[in-house]
């Protein structure tokens, strides 16, 4: 893990170049970024980067490129936050649509520009259906939207003996956009959830122009001497993106558990113990990055390799080490695709998103297994594998055995543990020592045994 960490780490460094563009050409330094598509873990990271790249360059400003019909309530409270906090000035340019998250992230800047016929709004907090979920989570939604929109001020306009005042973004307008039972005066007098159209945004001080591109937006807010920098993503952002599809996380998770079956299945071999720490790696190492894959999360996962272990080694018969062990690990892996930001709402959006990963993680090992067992026989005996196994047959006629042929006079037979069976281990009888199997349980070193049955070669032996 510290390993993979660190290579991704070091792939991810800084650009070559992140010197400052002004200090040679005296122009105003302005960075764009994309906010595209679902808000989530991935439009997250891309914000976290590229406000770092921002610093790097000095930048004088950050526009958002967005057009998103929004997603993750908690990723979008993230971003809202970072924004609010940023010390370089941020805007947006609302590329047609700032949906739901995308309106509250977009209500955080600065300023808004947008293009003609786009659409900001609709911010009601629904759950992974589209239904509306309760008023609770509305409440949270609702202050967040209403306390963004304050974050800008206010000013006090006194006129003779009146006292006014006048918001830079009306909240009021915010909440409406969340809860339809919040009326809007002179906007929208309906009990419907308010979203404005660039005219409306613009009339209600919700936009500061309308653009159709960014130079536009420049030219708009009075900048003219610039340089803009854009945001790319690097050969380990494209990495990440790809290792944390859910379809990939799949099949990593399907290759983990399918090589610790097969290593034990023919312990020593190594190859499937190498596929499922490397599968392991490339789950947790991005997740982790992402700021998902908590510590503790990982040493659940790890704590449940281990318990499954002593169970098949040192403590057989599938007991309290073993189902403690298959917990924890669908545990560590589920917890580790969940964003523990999503329990401190304690909304349905953390819900969905442990449902999600829960199932996510249940089929993946349900296949691994289907495909173990299933696959394990048309594996080994393909054309291509046939040069990695033993294709010879000993035939009982040229005098191969399978097993010692005494052993079929044994059942009935008694004698002691000369080993501790648990369940397998060794028994004397007659001054012999045979291999052999506990039916029931574990027999102590010493016990009297007696044999039951032969089968497939191996004695099964019960206390006598």
């Not at 960490?5 to 122009?27: E, I, N, R, V, W």
């Not at 399918?258 to 034990?264: N, P, T, V, W």
């Not at 394990?376 to 047959?393: V, Y």
Request: glycine share 8%; proline share 3%.
């Amino acid at each position: 893990m510290i390993a993979i960490t660190a290579m991704l780490l070091l792939l991810s460094g800084t650009p070559a170049d992140t010197s400052k563009t002004s200090s040679a050409t005296d122009k105003t330094v302005v960075y764009v970024f994309p906010v595209r598509d679902e808000i989530g873990k991935a439009s997250w990271r891309v914000m976290r980067e590229a406000f770092a790249e921002a610093q790097q360059h000095n930048a004088d400003y950050i526009i958002i490129h967005m057009n998103t019909y929004g997603g993750a309530v908690n990723f979008a409270d993230s971003m809202r936050t970072r924004i609010l906090n940023s010390i370089i000035p941020v805007f947006v340019f609302i590329d047609n649509q700032a949906i739901s998250a995308g309106a509250l992230i977009s209500i955080a800047c600065d300023s808004i520009y947008m293009r003609p016929g786009g659409n900001i709004g609709a911010a009601t907090v629904v759950d992974q259906t589209g239904s509306v979920v309760p008023d609770k989570y509305q409440s949270f939604m609702r202050s967040t939207m209403r306390a963004t929109a304050e974050a800008h001020g206010k000013d006090t306009i006194v006129s003779g003996n009146d006292t006014i005042i006048k918001w830079h973004r009306d909240p009021r307008i915010a909440e409406a956009m969340v809860d339809p039972t919040v009326v809007a005066e002179g906007i929208d007098d309906s009990t419907k959830v308010l979203t404005l159209t660039a005219e409306e945004a613009v009339a209600n001080d919700y936009c500061e122009g309308l653009a159709t591109n960014i130079p536009e937006v420049l030219k708009r807010a009075g900048i003219n001497d610039y340089e803009l920098v854009t945001y790319r993503p690097s050969g380990v952002d494209k990495i990440i993106g790809f290792l944390l599809s859910t379809v990939v996380q799949g099949i990593l998770i399907m290759l983990m558990i399918g090589g610790i079956y097969y290593e034990l299945q023919s312990p020593g071999v190594g190859f499937p113990l190498i596929i499922a720490l490397a599968a392991a790696l490339l789950y947790f190492a991005p997740l982790y990055l992402e700021g998902l894959a908590a510590h503790w999360e990982i040493l659940l996962f790890i704590a449940g390799i281990v318990l499954v272990f002593l169970e098949i080694f040192l403590f057989p018969g599938f007991g309290i080490a073993g189902i403690s062990g298959i917990v924890l690990i669908i545990t560590g892996l589920t917890l580790s695709l969940v964003d523990n930001i999503s329990f401190r709402f304690e909304s349905t959006e953390a819900v969905g998103q442990l449902a999600k990963a829960f199932f996510t993680v249940v089929v993946s090992v349900f296949m691994a297994f289907v495909v173990a067992l299933f696959g394990t026989r048309r594996f080994a005996f393909s054309r291509r594998m046939s040069g990695l196994s033993l294709g010879t047959i000993q035939d009982h006629k040229d005098g191969y055995i399978s097993s010692d042929i005494r052993q079929k006079d044994m059942i009935g037979k008694t004698g002691i543990a000369f080993t501790m069976l648990r369940p397998s281990g060794r028994i004397e009888i007659d001054g012999e020592i045979y291999d052999a199997k506990a039916e029931i349980s574990y027999i102590e070193k010493g016990a009297n045994i007696k044999v039951i049955r032969d089968e497939a070669g191996q004695l099964y032996v019960i206390k006598d």
